[in-house]
């Protein structure tokens, strides 16, 4: 699973739960600042992901969690390394 689509309803789950909305009020290009997502919240999603996923992200990348396309990118980005590397 490399392609970022294939992350995007997981992690919609994942911050619908989070800040307790229903996940159909969140589009792939929601910016999360739109819906109140603080910095440390977006710090808990990167830990949280990397948990759900068994991935490691450089913490450099959390400028490009903004929104669930952006956090697929990046969680697809990281499968794939770890898929080449071993």
Do not use: K, N, W
Not at 2 to 27: M, W
């Amino acid at each position: 699973m490399t392609d970022p689509g294939d992350y995007a309803d997981e992690i919609r789950r994942l911050i619908a739960f989070a800040l307790e909305l229903p996940p159909e009020r969140l589009t792939d290009t929601t910016p999360f600042d739109d819906l109140g997502m603080t910095s440390r919240q977006r710090i808990q999603l990167l830990a949280r992901v990397e948990v759900t996923y068994g991935v490691s992200v450089d913490i450099d990348e959390l400028d490009r969690l903004v929104d669930i396309r952006g956090v697929a990118e990046v969680i697809s980005e990281a499968v794939a390394a770890q898929h080449a590397g071993g």
